[in-house]
Structure formats: structure tokens, C-alpha cells
């Protein structure tokens, strides 16, 4: 094969991983091409479902004839794992095959592979390349990257304001400040986080659903903060279909213990179905760090917040933000709720400056993207 | 000549005619072209400063053989004028030659000729066509026609804001929160309009000397609104080499008519010798309105206003912004000076709806520029 062709490949395999995006969490999204000798491929596969096979498994299963195996190249967008998990290690049913060499885009850097699953493949004899695309293999499991390195999930901050910086109107209302085409693609993104957040605030004034329904998608997890844990239950967000996607982060000790109780959970009709995590009270709010980390464990690797100005810019604050999707429309206020408050900066000079950053025009709108 | 003849010298008449921007005011830019029979350019002009000879006179100085002019056409982008003014009617002066036919991009709406150009020149049996690149022709001289029909001048507000809508840090310091392309922007308008207009506190806490430093370009005057004529006389507005040029707007009766009496000038070492504009006070501020028509009294017909946030939420308030032009940095500040407030804008429903808008990126900036 030619370096050109590897890439070929290693590009299809890419966007057969990507059609698991939003499945697998809080597994990494991984595509897999295997090409025989003669040029063809022979088999094509992805992760589908967390729990379910992975993508050479997938891959290897279509292959029809096992004659063609031998000397074939096998394109995979992560280092296939060494380890038994929910499934046994790819490396060693790769190794147990005829075939001749892998391709990997890049190292799985989690701490039960890194690097063992490339070790066993060449201890076996097989040719291994790696680093074809690894670019944009980072790129597509972003998320899962970054969870892996940090514990917390990768948090995208949307916010929709006017031109001069407000989030609603002083009668409180904010529908609709972003145009439609903005408005959709926020629907598209929450169809893409494993879940999608907002504050106390914004629960109980806008009373969101925060389903997918402007697009076609899976629905995400709910979280909502709510420190003292007394949002009324008729809220969206603990009585519509969804309910136990919902998580509660909260801070009053003894109701997240008797709501989490099987026992106390019969005694009650209406009791919530959906997850709670508690964490520690810190100038009486609820600690973001340790909730962040929290989901983390709850399997949460990509986080959606959609507000409001308070969780918005506590988030931002403390480092918590590593995207800002910033829609300004094309409206003046002049009054009402700003967008973001209190980050304590003084001067000019403290201002945070974004890693990158990038102007897309959205409808009507201009959406500001920034990296943190 | 055919159609697309016409519009290819009416393009050259407006290009001709744009040379004068910034020096011609409170006239309108204007460009003569004339083609004789053989279909060559025999004469080229355009009105080139205020007092100074018109374009279509410019353009007949410029015909070396008087022969040629016979059944010649002359493309003007402005209705001849019928009147004598600084210069004599020229009008007449066309008729007065073997010229077959003049092209006008559009009518003169102006009291003094309003049709009477054309009526004039038809009535000398000579052919008039009107309307070819009117449209070219109207966006040329926008802020006279502005200054004309509304008789105040066209008012652009600029600001300069973070993506969340601050115009300065909470220590007063702004400098800079828009990128060099942003500024540099910023001082090619200032050499485009007539004058350049501050509010009180930006003049006090910034001291902005809001010449044309970035660019080259004329400068224009600088207008300062200081309801009790009380800033100090040290600010660079005052005491630089532009002092003459600098305008004041103020409800001090007492102080403007001192300021402006010329015994008393003579008796001061430093007197202002800048422009003084008294206008009446209204709840404890000067009368916006009034000062914009004494503006175009003295000749403003374009304003370009950079600030700050009290200034620009009053002009806006009161609906005496023509054209927003708001640089957006991507930068978060999450403190200090709000852009705009003060609208009074309850509701989402009752925010007014920008005729037009456009996004446009300069340097790390958008620009958002939006009709209103």
C-alpha cells in the first residue's frame, strides 16, 4: 500500500467511527477497514453501542472468505485494546489472524492500553504503522480524550445572547433571542454530548425539556443543578418521558441519601427516577469541580451547558469551560440579564486570552467558537 | 451609446465623483464624464472641494477641441444644479454647448433644484436620460441625502465591545479591545465624515485626541458634548493642533455666549478657539436632537460617533442612529462597562428590528454593521 492509500483507508475507517458518535460513551468512537492483499476491502466495521462488539470484531465478522485474510491490512482509528473488558482483546484476535500488517491512527492513551495493544501486535509478528490521520482521530474523540486525561467531561458552554451581551429580556423572557438555524444546531450538538446542563435558575424560570427535537438524534442526559434540591417536580425535567435521564447535582446531603433509597423509593408514588450525585456546599453553592468529576464516573464524557448566567460564568471562573459556543444575534437589549458576570477581572491585561478561536455565520446570527 | 455604455462611464463618473469624500460636505460628491460622438472621453471631472468648481465645470476644462462637443454626452451622477450658488447654474452652462444628450444617475432632491436641472436642459432641446446606476448613485451620497431630507446629519455609531458586551474593564482601562485592523477601520471613517462625536466621560477619562493617525486622510471636526462646559481646557481636544476644529456641544447659556464673544476672546491668553453650540437641557442632560440640527447647521452632514456607553444608549434611545458598526473581539471581560443600556426594552417583542445587518470579520474582530 501506498502512503496515499493508507490514508484513503484510514479516512473511511474515521467515518465509520463517526457514526457511532453519541452510542459509545464513554467508550472512544473507532472505525475499522480490512483490505486484502489484492486491494479490496473485505471487511468494514464500527463501535456501535457501548458494550456491544468493537469495531474490528464488527470489521472482521463481515469478512466472508478467511483465504483473503492472509496478507491483508487491517486500518483501525485507535490502538485495538490488549485487555478484557466488556469484550475480549482485539490485539491478540488481530494477531490470532493471517493477516500481514495494522494500521493505527493513533496510541489509546487510556492506562489499561497505552501502548500494549501495539506491543502485542508486533511481538506476533505483525507490521504496524501508526500516526496515519492521527490528527484528526484526536480530533473525533476529542471528548473522550480529554476525559480520559482530566476525569471530568469536555464542557462546551452555549450561550445565545444580543449584540450587547444580554441572555434575556428584563420581563425575563429570552424566546428567541438566536435564530432558528442557531437554535438547530444546539439540537444537533445536544444529540452529540452524552449530556446536556443548566442552572437552578434557568430549571425553574424557562422550565426546558432539553430534548432533541428541531433534528433527528438520540436524546442526552439531563443534569441539573440544584443545590438545595427543591425544584418543583412537575418540571419538565423530572416528570416528561425522559425522567430518568435526568441527574440531579446537589448538595443537601439527606435528600439525595433518602431518594437514592430502594426502600424509601417504594414507600413513595412519584418518587424521581432519575440519578442523583452529591456533592459538597462551597459559599453555599453546590462544588462544580467535584460534580464535574462525578459525572465523569457516571460515564459522562461530553457535556453540553446551556446556561444561565450564573452556571455560565461560575464555569468559567474556575477553568471549567473548554469550549464557548457564543451565538450573538443581531439585537439590541440594552437591559435585562447579561450573559456573563463576576469573573473578577480587572485590567485588560487579566483577560483570559481563548487558545483559538472562529467567527461562523449561523442564520442571522454569527456563532463565536473558542477553544479554552 | 448604448445601454451598457451608459453604465460603464456612469461607473466612471461615480468613481470620479468618490475622490471628493470628505472634502466637498455639506455639498454632495459629484462626477462628470463627457464622450463625444466618436464614443471618446474628451473631459473628466468631479466636484473636488466645498466652494470649489462643480464636477460638470471640471470636467469642460478638461475638453481641449470645442469641436468635439458637438452631439457629445455628458454623464453626471448628480442632477445639474439650476441655481447660482457658489459657482454659476450648470445647467445653463451645459445647454450652452453643441452637446447632444447628458445622462444623470439621479434627481437633485434638494430644494433649490429638485428637477429644475433637467427641466432646464430639456427646455434648451437637449435629450436627458436619468436614473442609469441610480441606486450606485443614492449609496454614494447616502449621508448628504440623509443630511437633506432629514436635516440632521447621517449618524453612525461605533463601538467597540468584548464578545460579552463590555466596552471597558472595570478599572476604566479599554485600550484595546478591538484588534489593529478593527481601529485602523475606525480611522479611515473618521477621515470619511464630517465629524467625529464623544459624550462627556469618554473625553474626561479616556482623553481622546480622535485624529486620523492610522490611516492617511483628512481630519475631521471633533465634537464633544459637555452639557455644563466644565472639562478641562488641558484635554488634548482643546489644546491640541486640531483646537479649531473641535465643536462643543453645551446647555451652559451663559458660558457658550462668553466663549464666543469676541471682546472677551481678545481679554483671554486662552481662549477656546474652537465652535460652540448651545442647545436647551432637558432632565439635566443637553438636548440630544437639537444638537444634531445645530450640527447640520454647521454644515455636518455625516457623524461618526465613538462613545462611550452613556452617549451611545442615549442616541440609540431616542433613535438618532443611522448605522451601527459594533466590533465584537473574542474576548470575555465578565465586568467593567456595559456596550449599551437603558433602552427600555421590556419585552423581547418590543425590540426593534434592525432594517438590515452584515457580519463581517476584521482581523480577530466581527464586525457587525446594521441599519437601523
Given at each position: 500500500m501506498t502512503a496515499k492509500q493508507d490514508k484513503i483507508w484510514m479516512q473511511r475507517a474515521l467515518s465509520l467511527a463517526e457514526k457511532g458518535r453519541g452510542y459509545v460513551s464513554p467508550n472512544p468512537m473507532v472505525g475499522?477497514?480490512?483490505?486484502?492483499?489484492?486491494?479490496?476491502?473485505?471487511?468494514?466495521?464500527?463501535?456501535?453501542?457501548?458494550?456491544?462488539?468493537?469495531?474490528?470484531?464488527?470489521a472482521m465478522n463481515q469478512v466472508d472468505d478467511a483465504d483473503n485474510l492472509k496478507n491483508a491490512t487491517v486500518y483501525v482509528t485507535l490502538e485495538p485494546c490488549s485487555h478484557h473488558g466488556k469484550t475480549p482483546p482485539c490485539a491478540q484476535m488481530l494477531a490470532d489472524k493471517p493477516i500481514k500488517r495494522v494500521v493505527v491512527a493513533m496510541k489509546d492513551p487510556s492506562e489499561k492500553v497505552n501502548g500494549r495493544g501495539l506491543e502485542l501486535l508486533r511481538n506476533e509478528g505483525i507490521d504496524v504503522d501508526t500516526g496515519i490521520l492521527q490528527k484528526e482521530a484526536k480530533e473525533l474523540n476529542e471528548c473522550w480524550l480529554h476525559y480520559i486525561e482530566f476525569?471530568?467531561?469536555?464542557?462546551?458552554?452555549?450561550?445565545?445572547?444580543?449584540?450587547?451581551?444580554?441572555?434575556?429580556?428584563?420581563n425575563g423572557d429570552s424566546k428567541w433571542i438566536s435564530s432558528k438555524e442557531s437554535r438547530e444546531k444546539v439540537h444537533i450538538w445536544r444529540s452529540q454530548n452524552d449530556a446536556v446542563m443548566v442552572g437552578r435558575n434557568t430549571a425553574l424560570h424557562d422550565n426546558p425539556s432539553l430534548t432533541v427535537r428541531l433534528v433527528e438524534g438520540r436524546q442526552p442526559k439531563r443534569v441539573v443543578i440544584d443545590g438545595p434540591f427543591?425544584?418543583?417536580?412537575?418540571?419538565?425535567?423530572?416528570?416528561?418521558?425522559?425522567?430518568?435521564?435526568?441527574?440531579?447535582?446537589?448538595?443537601?446531603?439527606?435528600?439525595?441519601?433518602?431518594?437514592?433509597?430502594?426502600?424509601?423509593?417504594?414507600?413513595?408514588?412519584?418518587?424521581?427516577?432519575?440519578?442523583?450525585?452529591?456533592?459538597?456546599?462551597?459559599?453555599?453553592?453546590?462544588?462544580?469541580?467535584?460534580?464535574?468529576?462525578?459525572l465523569a464516573d457516571h460515564g459522562i464524557t461530553s457535556l453540553l451547558v446551556e446556561g444561565g448566567q450564573q452556571l455560565s460564568s461560575a464555569l468559567l471562573k474556575r477553568g471549567l469551560v473548554d469550549r464557548l459556543q457564543l451565538f450573538i444575534a443581531p439585537k439590541l437589549l440594552g437591559g435585562g440579564t447579561k450573559s456573563i458576570v463576576n469573573l473578577d477581572i480587572n485590567r485588560m491585561e487579566d483577560i483570559v486570552p481563548f487558545r483559538d478561536h472562529n467567527w461562523q455565520q449561523t442564520g442571522q446570527d454569527i456563532l463565536l467558537t473558542a477553544n479554552l
Open positions: 475499522c477497514v480490512i483490505v486484502s492483499e489484492e486491494g479490496d476491502v473485505i471487511g468494514e466495521g464500527y463501535h456501535e453501542r457501548y458494550g456491544k462488539a468493537h469495531a474490528e470484531v464488527n476525569n471530568r467531561p469536555f464542557i462546551t458552554l452555549k450561550i445565545a445572547q444580543t449584540a450587547d451581551g444580554y441572555i434575556a429580556a428584563p427543591e425544584l418543583p417536580r412537575n418540571l419538565n425535567l423530572f416528570s416528561d418521558q425522559f425522567e430518568e435521564k435526568t441527574i440531579v447535582i446537589t448538595h443537601n446531603r439527606k435528600k439525595s441519601k433518602d431518594e437514592a433509597d430502594p426502600m424509601l423509593k417504594m414507600l413513595q408514588s412519584n418518587y424521581f427516577r432519575g440519578e442523583i450525585i452529591h456533592v459538597e456546599k462551597v459559599n453555599g453553592h453546590s462544588r462544580l469541580k467535584e460534580g464535574m468529576r462525578k
